[in-house]
């Protein structure tokens, strides 16, 4: 029970980081709604590689389903 607070906490925490990031970033290029575009792709592909490393299925070569990058 506790890992999975202190994995829920990470990924609270990662989400905050991009966002913030995204709006810093998007400042800089002068269109904060384009950072926050960017911050919810980038959170979005790190969801996906986050839960795909949790569930062993990281890595770019399954030969089992065929499937190679």
Same mark, same amino acid.
């Given at each position: 029970? !506790? !890992?999975?607070?202190?994995?829920?906490?990470?990924? /609270?925490?990662?989400?905050?980081?991009?966002?913030?990031?995204?709006?810093?970033?998007?400042?800089?290029?002068?269109?904060?709604? /384009?950072?926050?575009?960017? !911050?919810?792709?980038?959170?979005?592909?790190?969801?996906?590689?986050?839960?795909?490393?949790?569930?062993?299925? !990281?890595?770019?070569?399954?030969?089992?389903?065929?499937?190679?990058?």
């Amino acid at each position: 029970m !506790a !890992a999975t607070k202190k994995q829920r906490w990470s990924w /609270l925490g990662g989400t905050v980081v991009l966002v913030v990031l995204g709006v810093v970033i998007g400042l800089i290029l002068q269109n904060v709604w /384009l950072g926050l575009l960017l !911050a919810a792709v980038v959170s979005l592909v790190w969801l996906i590689a986050v839960e795909s490393r949790k569930g062993g299925n !990281a890595g770019v070569n399954d030969e089992s389903n065929g499937i190679e990058l």
